[in-house]
């Protein structure tokens, strides 16, 4: 377990890094993969540093891009060997109704909320089977199950992750390698938090346990995942949303 390797896609953001931390707890080496364009690399590496988590490999690219992807991989294994951990956490928004939705603002959320997954699982699923053991994690969306007003685009690309994540789970299941999903509701990242007070307390309010989740507890359930203990589940989706829906 301790010679792993686990690539995190959105590393740097608040799920990724909570992600990236719980890997690190388990003994594995982690590939921190983020966006060039937000490139806050050395900031996060003195704040992990300072939290205790060190030797971080870090590789930039696009998930948009397969080419990129490519690339990024190749970079990543160079430095840190062959990847046994994936997790395609990155995701943007671009939030609205549907009557007013440029067709950028749908093709940007579904190239890289769900084409990713294609371009980064490709460069590793054939990999993971030929050795015998992998690990592929995908982050949906509790608004890909249930569905968002204002979020056509996300909600259609966070449902495509889940089916995605069936289909591949059902060709690897013979490999030694398991393809499951985590549809996470409201988390507490900065990015959430910094939300308006007015409309965070609506939000926390609709959830039926009256908070959001602690970014922990989402990497809590990536390390149950890429664990040994959880060898014989495939295809599941987590459904971790404080009661907010229930499939």
């Not at 050795?131 to 890909?144: A, C, D, F, H, L």
Request: proline letters at 2%; glycine letters at 10%; charged letters at 20%.
């Amino acid at each position: 377990m301790a010679n792993r390797v686990a690539l995190v896609t959105g590393a740097m953001g608040g799920l990724g890094t909570a992600i990236c931390q719980a890997f690190v707890q388990d003994g594995y080496k982690v590939v921190a993969a983020y966006h060039p364009q937000y490139d806050n690399k050395e900031e996060w590496l003195k704040e992990m540093a300072d939290a205790g988590f060190k030797d971080f490999v870090c590789v930039a690219g696009d998930i948009a891009d397969f080419a990129s992807c490519q690339a990024m991989v190749a970079e990543a294994e160079a430095a840190a060997g062959p990847i046994d951990i994936l997790v395609n956490n990155a995701g943007i928004t671009r939030d609205k109704m549907f009557a007013k939705m440029e067709k950028d603002q749908w093709d940007a959320v579904i190239t890289t909320n769900l084409t990713s997954l294609f371009n980064m699982t490709k460069q590793v699923s054939a990999k993971m089977a030929e050795r015998g053991w992998g690990r592929i994690i995908n982050i949906s969306s509790v608004n890909g199950v249930k569905g968002q007003a204002g979020q056509t685009n996300y909600s259609a690309a966070k449902a495509g992750v889940i089916g995605f994540t069936k289909a591949l789970a059902q060709e690897l299941a013979t490999k030694g390698v398991t393809v499951n999903a985590i549809a996470p509701g409201y988390v507490a990242t900065k990015m959430v938090t910094a939300i308006r007070e007015d409309i965070l307390k609506a939000i926390v309010d609709g959830i039926p346990m009256k908070r959001l989740a602690k970014p922990e507890e989402l990497g809590a359930a990536c390390s149950y995942l890429a664990s040994d203990l959880a060898g014989y589940m495939t295809g599941a989706t987590f459904n971790i949303n404080g009661g907010l829906h229930f499939s």
